[in-house]
Every structure is written in structure tokens, then in C-alpha cells.
């Protein structure tokens, strides 16, 4: 299994107890899970939760949990929510006390919020500075519920939390720094997500062609007609491209972090797009039985759809994109 094998620690580095491979590695993993949208919280906590901590994290704090991490004995849950992506006012609210903080607020559509041991919360404080806090799954004050979603393979919570008090050492980072670290730690998720989309898009495209030469309709494949040729041709020209821009990303993730900056908008955006158009073709080319519960394809479908909406649509990750290039 994922566990077994290693692969929760998989670019976690070594005296953190990881295997100390790249994101390039980490890359892999994800498009092997993306291509058996397997039900796990291997973003949420491998990705969002560990790579939060490798960003902003003391020592301590890595030499503590990161082990965990990588053995699978701890689950994260990164509560942020748009206005925390955008570097604008988060929903929670962090009051100081003598021995450490109040935290106070609520966050929607946190990726397996309901399940996570550990939530790594942005809130603000009266100064108007945001920062990252640990807050324990189970701490009184913490309320979490799990919404009902589209796609049913990937679970959304959300995250109520009424005067949840920590202790000085749950900040990650000093005041303020929450808005410099989601922005690098959002780069890389999107740069995981694009490679999670592009095994996707892989098993959706087999599923055509192999469906277009078993099923027969007037004497011959339904893959000998034109029409279905074209749609087959367009559909190998987006998971090419596709293929492309993520590992490129994954390339700039582990050696370029300028590069990454204009990469992983531009993987996020194209992979999201070419999902959809995939998974939608993919539905098409099965006819009838596309449309069923009995076939997986409505489930490719539904998680091309969410993931073309998480952390950002296609518009807004172009919009960054632009912005970054400076047009």
C-alpha cells in the first residue's frame, strides 16, 4: 500500500524521517492516484499539510511531526479558504492571551477536514497580520462537518472553530508570514494537482480507444469511423499537451522556483481544461453506458470537474499567470 511502500514520506527529506526524493518523484505518486482516483487524504496531508510545514515550520516542529507524516501516523488539513489564497483578510480571527492564542472563525471546503488529526489554520490578528496555527482535530471549540460534494471521491469538510485556544509554539512562522507561504505552498499544490489531473486524463483516453475497437456497430469498430477517430485525436493532442506543461512544473518545483512561478499557473490552468475535455469526450465515445453508474466514467468526470474548480478556476490561475509575466 501507499503506507507500506514509503510513499507518504516520499519527498519529505531524510532527517525528517522521508525518503528525500523531489517534487519530481512526488509528481509520479500523484499521477498514479489521479489515474485510480484513489479515496485517500494523500493531498491534503502529503502535499498541503507536510508542505506547509517544510515552508514555515520551526525544526522543532518538522523533527516532531514530519516523522509522522511519512509513517502515516498523523493527518493534516490545510483550513484556508479563497480570501486566505488571495492574500486578502482570512475567515478566522486570532486573539492574544498570556500563554498563547484564541483562534476563532470557520473555513469551508477544507480537503478531508472532517478526518485530519492535525489543521494548519490561517487567521488574523488585530494588527490586520495573518499567520498559520496548528490546531488539533479534537480541541474543544473545533467543530467539523462534511459536505455533501459532487465528486464523492474526494471529501470536503467544513471547519467551525469558537474560541480554540493553543499555545504560543502552534504559529507557524512569525506574524504576518501566512499570505508569502500560501502563495509558494498553493504553487505547489496546483503543480501536484496537474499531475494528479494528467492520470486522469491517461485513463480516460485508454477507456476511449480501447471501447472504440471492442464495441461494433454496423459490422465494423466504432473506432473505424471518422468521427470517432477525430474526437480520439483530439483527446491524445490534450493529454500530450497536458503531460507537457505538468512536468514541467514538477521539473521547476524541484529545481527552479523562479520557473515554478510562471509554470504552475499555467499547468493548473491547461491541465484543469484538458481534464474536463477528456473525461467529457471520454463519456461521448461510451454513449449510452458513459452516462451510467455501472461505468466509471461519470466519476472521471465529476473529479475533472472539482479539481478544475480547487484552489482556483482556469480563469483566475491565467489571471495569476498574466499578472506574474506582467501583462
Known sequence: CIRDRGMLGVHIPEEYGGAGFTFKELGVV??????GLTP????????????????????????????????????????????????DRPGCAVALRPDGFTISG??????DGHTADLLVVAA??????????????DATGVKRTRLETMDM????????????????SARLGGPG??????EQLFDLAVTALAWEQLGGTQVCLDASVEYAKARHQFGRPIGSFQAVKHKCADMLVRLESARSAAYH??????ADPDELRIAAPLAKAYCSDAYCHVAADNIQVHGGIGFTWEHDAHLYFKRAKSTQLLF????????????????
Do not use: C, Q
Open 106 to 111: 470557520s473555513k469551508s471546503y477544507v480537503i
Open 177 to 182: 508570514t501566512a499570505p508569502a507561504t500560501l
Open 40 to 87: 485517500i487524504p494523500f493531498l491534503s496531508t502529503v502535499v498541503l499539510g507536510a508542505g506547509a510545514l517544510l515552508l514555515a515550520a520551526t525544526e522543532t516542529h518538522k523533527a516532531e511531526l514530519l516523522p509522522l507524516v511519512a509513517t502515516g501516523e498523523l493527518r493534516l488539513a490545510l483550513a484556508v479558504d479563497d480570501a486566505d489564497r488571495d492574500a
Open 153 to 168: 471521491t474526494r471529501k470536503l469538510a467544513r471547519v467551525d472553530l469558537e474560541e480554540v485556544d493553543v499555545p504560543t
Open 312 to 327: 482556483g478556476d482556469s480563469t483566475h490561475w491565467r489571471a495569476v499567470l498574466a499578472g506574474r509575466i506582467g501583462i
Open 124 to 137: 488574523e490578528d488585530n494588527n490586520g497580520e495573518s499567520s498559520l496555527y496548528l490546531v488539533p482535530g
Open 249 to 254: 512544473a514538477g521539473w521547476a518545483a524541484a
Open 30 to 35: 500523484m499521477e498514479e492516484l489521479g489515474r
